[in-house]
């Protein structure tokens, strides 16, 4: 997916606020000298509060450039949803908007891959509802996509999981995460738990090493102090999505085909996984390279 020298137009759509690792994943794509970040999404319960979250890192990156939308708010049809935004209380009192359109993100997405047709990555970290409302609403896209990378399940066995087994992005908005996997893409690429929990630090390294970069992860670690609260280390689930893009290599995939579940409330959101030999719609993350990954990853921030 990664070009060798070239840029990469990449999509970020996010949930940004709730779990700490949109933040750092955040920090890093505008950090990252190969992503021409066109724009962001925020999705799931107080979007706007989402979107301030992102506002405030792009201006901690210098990045005021970058487009912002915000989304759907609430699920297709059921789920948890996600009302909450416990890491605005870490910029609150700063500078930014508070008068974000509402629901403007699909129709931003829809424009930006359409004015650059095979061209674009669209990076999901956040529950599905964006994604899913804008296949329905222009059903051409995912065509038009160079490729759909989400940080979405669980493929434990990589012949499916135990009952239970639930990714939180993947189970919060079930009828929409069934929708993205449905769609057809050139690339369609899924990095689960089941790798992306092998990439975990310590809070006390990770705030000695947000420090040291400065800069919009710096701001990321005043976020992470609210994580902290209730978490003594980060796992860098959005980060290793995200970082994957510029280095595929830090990951292995297997191709095969992803199903989702949506007729039991109780099983809503499980992700089956049946691997198999190309051509198959989707590929799936089925190991991971920690120490490659967070070489990678602090080379990037702490460069840019």
């Keep these: ?30 950090s990252q000298p190969r992503c021409e970040l066109l724009g962001i999404t925020t999705v799931t319960g ?57 629901n403007t993100a699909v129709e931003f997405l829809r424009r930006a891959i359409r004015s650059r047709p095979g061209e674009v990555t669209l990076l999901a970290i956040g529950p599905m509802t964006n994604v899913a409302l804008l296949f329905a609403t222009d059903p051409e ?49 899924s990095i689960g738990l089941e790798v992306t929990t092998q990439c975990r630090l310590p809070a006390e390294e990770c705030r000695r090493r947000f420090t040291a970069a400065g800069g919009a992860l710096a701001v990321v670690g005043e976020m992470a102090e ?31 085909t992803v199903t989702v579940e949506t007729a039991s409330p109780q099983g809503a959101g499980l992700t089956y996984w049946s691997p198999g030999p190309p051509p198959q719609p989707h590929e799936v993350a089925v190991e991971v390279n920690p120490a490659a990954f967070f070489e990678h990853y602090f080379g990037v921030v702490e460069g840019g």
């Design 1 to 30: 997916m990664a070009e060798v020298l070239g840029k990469v137009p990449l999509l970020l759509d996010t949930d940004i606020g709730s779990d700490i690792d949109d933040a750092v994943a955040l920090a890093y794509l505008l």
């Design 46 to 102: 107080r979007v706007d509060q989402r979107a301030a979250l992102a506002e405030v890192l792009c201006r901690a990156a210098g990045r005021e450039d970058v487009p912002i939308h915000a989304g759907a708010g609430q699920v297709l049809l059921f789920g948890p949803g996600q009302p909450e935004v416990p890491q605005y209380a870490a910029i609150e009192s700063l500078p930014h908007r508070r008068d974000w359109g509402a």
């Design 141 to 189: 896209i995912p065509a038009l996509l160079k490729g759909l990378v989400l940080m979405c399940g669980v493929f434990t066995g990589r012949g499916g999981q135990g009952p239970g087994s639930r990714e939180w992005n993947a189970l919060v908005d079930p009828i929409a995460t069934a929708r993205t996997y449905q769609a057809a893409t050139a690339i369609h690429r």
């Design 226 to 256: 609210v994580w902290f609260k209730h978490a003594r280390e980060i796992t860098f689930h959005d980060p290793l999505a995200a970082a994957t893009i510029f280095e595929p290599s830090l990951c292995r995939f297997e191709t095969g």
